[in-house]
T-cell receptor, first 115, second 112 residues
């Protein structure tokens, strides 16, 4: 079974600075997807970024980028120029590219932005 | 386009009562999912449906049932609620071409 580990329960960063959230996963599959979701206090789960395992290039979405290290099974999220609106829980998630396509989530990292 | 809606937003329920959480999507996604979110445990899959007329069990299915009579609706039923089912419940859906899962706003359920 796949597992996803987020070893940082809480992180904080000064506004306008850069922060990196860590995620590692365990799988025997070679074809899969990885995601970062953001959950602000509103409770809504919002997709931040998605990475296909077969792509060597790291995904980027504006101020959000990932460092995908397939051999190390590591998938960290970098947030540049942090803004107050980035304060939220961040969840890393894994999905196989077959079967029922369920998401396996990590336990989350709570990110605080310091004004 | 509303995306995914869930009802109710929150509910307090007496133990032993029956409860159905509703989920509707308007994106014509084939697959739908129910997750529960508990503090310190992230989200865990309860049941899923790859297409209308089919359902499957996830990681924590006991005490829950689902049906998928059509593409848009995927209700989750607690036949006899217990306090351990106190949680926040999220419905999600995914479809071609990205298969990325999109989530509803969640239902906070408290069983006393």
């Amino acid at each position: 079974a796949q597992t996803v580990t987020q070893s940082q329960p809480e992180m904080s960063v000064q506004e306008a600075e850069t922060v990196t959230l860590s995620c590692t996963y365990d799988t025997s599959e070679s074809d899969y997807y990885l995601f970062w979701y953001k959950q602000p206090p509103s409770r809504q789960m919002i997709l931040v970024i998605r990475q296909e395992a077969y792509k060597q290039q790291n995904a980027t979405e504006n101020r959000f980028s990932v460092n995908f290290q397939k051999a190390a099974k590591s998938f960290s999220l970098k947030i540049s120029d942090s803004q107050l609106g980035d304060a939220a829980m961040y969840f890393c998630a894994y999905r196989n590219n077959f079967g029922n396509e369920k998401l396996t989530f990590g336990t989350g990292t709570r990110l605080t932005i310091i004004p | 386009i509303a995306g995914i809606t869930q009802a109710p937003t929150s509910q307090i329920l007496a133990a032993g009562r029956r409860m159905t959480l509703r989920c509707t999507q308007d994106m014509r996604h084939n697959a739908m999912y129910w997750y529960r979110q508990d503090l310190g445990l992230g989200l865990r899959l309860i049941h899923y449906s790859n297409t209308a007329g089919t359902t499957g069990k996830g990681e924590v299915p006991d005490g829950y049932s689902v049906s998928r009579a059509n593409t848009d609706d995927f209700p989750l039923t607690l036949a006899s609620a217990v306090p351990s089912q106190t949680s926040v419940y999220f419905c999600a859906s995914s479809g071609y071409p990205t298969d990325t899962q999109y989530f509803g706003p969640g239902t906070r359920l408290t069983v006393l």
